[in-house]
């Protein structure tokens, strides 16, 4: 449930090539993604972090905290659902890696608050090769297989798998 080294590093390179000014990260569990992320914030920049289990919190700020990052990230609590669409923000990057059975969700409530030629990681794309089961019944792996062929169906982004882990799907908003 957490990012390891190889994909902190990741998330960390891509953006600093980014560089963004407004992060959104979906799903923050221990923090540790969302800290790789704030290490290529533009100087102002600000990112926002989205945890539906209230008893994260507590623990992923004290890292925050050790980093020094706790003015640039900004926790919330809560269904991500519901709180997105009362952002008023236009991200330069959004890491989606929460609840699998929403991932189709989440593309639909943030890509028009993703800026063009914007980017979107999408986490657990190939889900431990769970994606290429013919039929499943497991509405997790649903999920993740009903968001991978929406994409493929988009016309307004570009999009390349990344077999890191257990799968990225980078994803640029044309401009």
């Known amino acids: ?12 390179m891509i953006s600093q090539m980014i560089s963004p000014e407004y992060i959104l990260e979906i799903g923050t569990f221990t923090g540790y993604s969302a800290i790789c992320l ?19 919190t507590a623990f992923a700020h004290s890292y925050f905290c050790r980093c020094g990052l706790e ?17 008023d923000i236009m991200f330069d990057l959004v890491f989606i890696d929460g ?18 030629g914007g980017f979107i990681l999408a986490d657990n794309v190939l889900w431990g090769e ?6 499943t019944t497991d509405p997790q792996t649903k999920g993740i297989i009903d968001f ?6 988009e016309k307004n982004i570009e999009n390349v798998l990344i077999p890191v882990r257990d799968g990225l799907m980078l994803i640029r908003k044309k401009a």
């Open 130 to 135: 769970k994606v290429l089961e013919k039929e």
């Open 71 to 87: 003015e640039r990230i900004t926790q919330l609590t809560g269904n991500a659902l519901q709180i997105i669409p009362g952002l």
């Open 38 to 56: 704030a290490k290529g914030l533009k100087p102002e920049g600000k990112l926002i972090t989205i945890e539906i289990n209230d008893e994260l």
């Open 148 to 153: 991978n062929e929406m994409i493929m169906e």
């Open 99 to 116: 609840d699998k059975r929403e991932y189709t969700e989440y593309y639909r409530q943030i890509i028009e608050k993703v800026k063009p």
């Open 1 to 12: 449930m957490t990012s390891g080294h190889l994909q902190g590093k990741f998330l960390e």
